[in-house]
């Protein structure tokens, strides 16, 4: 081989694989195990009892079956926080969780993106987007993500009603499971 092709190379191939590493997301030390008080690996079904008649007075959170299967909606989780009217949603893959949703009024998206920044560190990656309003004036809505190895946060202004947020905490185990593998587990339905 020629001395200036086995030079190039030398240099070349390092080089290469000292890009692809470069391009590696960043790792996130404040990945979350659970989200006021629900566990995101544990059985939500044994772990999150049914609301009793009462629900203002449970401390703890509690579950409430919605309409849709494998549907359930947290209550009993109280926080100062927050502003109120706040919901937190639960989507199940048999009895674990696949997504747990925050969401609000956009009154308090900044309290909100604050608030996991302190708890969760920088996001891992953010884009600022154009939302063009009902009226036709344009707005910019900030999309923060956190990815993690178990859990991942999508957090932002719901584009299709900018009254309301969203932040989605993703199981990322349950999320990436086969089809076969979610529809062979009692109770699954799909979302």
């Not at 969401?103 to 884009?127: I, Q």
């Not at 009254?163 to 062979?184: A, C, K, R």
Request: with cysteine.
């Amino acid at each position: 081989m020629h001395p200036i092709k086995l030079l190039m190379a030398g240099i070349l191939i390092p080089s290469c694989a000292l890009a692809i590493d470069g391009h590696q997301p960043a790792s996130w030390h404040q990945e979350p195990k659970l989200f006021m008080g629900v566990d995101f690996q544990g059985d939500f079904l044994k772990n999150v009892p049914e609301c009793s008649a009462d629900v203002s007075a449970s401390k703890l959170p509690c579950r409430v079956a919605t309409e849709t299967p494998a549907k359930y909606l947290v209550q009993g989780a109280k926080s100062t926080r927050f502003l109120l009217g706040y919901q937190i949603t639960v989507y199940l893959s048999g009895s674990k969780i696949e997504k747990l949703e925050l969401s609000g009024p956009s009154s308090s998206s900044t309290v909100v993106a604050e608030m996991l920044r302190t708890d969760y560190g920088p996001p891992t990656a953010s884009k600022i987007h154009l939302v063009r309003m009902k009226s036709g004036a344009y707005f910019d809505n900030e999309a923060l993500h956190w990815q993690g190895e178990s859990v991942s946060i999508s957090a932002q202004r719901n584009d299709e009603d900018l009254g309301t947020y969203s932040v989605m905490f993703t199981n990322t185990p349950i999320s990436n499971l086969p089809d076969e593998e979610q529809s062979s587990s009692p109770n699954v339905s799909q979302l």
